[in-house]
């Protein structure tokens, strides 16, 4: 990432290197590989493929799983900055996000929306209200989320916890 010098603008950068030629390239569908790489300076290659569904190694990440969990590790990081601003204490976050793709007869798709169903742990005496409100906050705050045309939905679980010992 870099940064111009009025820190309004957010460049990133990534590499995608697709590693599915199985000797033919892409001579009919059946014939290639769906499997690739991302490199991004600095961090571990990402190793990708399609959806099974579209012919892919169920076992590496596919666009659509990745662009559900960027959604959800945004909303989280941005739920987390709202909290610790306002004086919320989280101890536990943990999600389960799912997202729905509609495929076109043209071969085409696009996702209708996903779901964030957030479980949030909450230190004794937290305002439940405020930490439940500031789900809403997180999902206008959320660069991603911002970046989508399709409506991302929050259902939160905020619980106090159960350990009143907990630092």
Known sequence: MTTDASHRSHHYQAALIWEGNQGTGTADYRSYG???RVRIAGKPDLLGSADPTFRGDAGLHNP????????????????????ARAGLRVLEYSDSAEGTMVLRPDGGGSFQEVILRPKVTVATGTDLDRARSLHARAGEQCFIAGSCNFPVRHVPDVQ???DAARP
């Open 34 to 36: 769906r499997q690739y």
């Open 64 to 83: 659509e799983d990745l662009l559900v969990a960027a959604l959800s590790a945004c909303h989280m990081l941005s739920y987390l900055a709202l909290c």
């Open 160 to 162: 106090v916890s159960e």
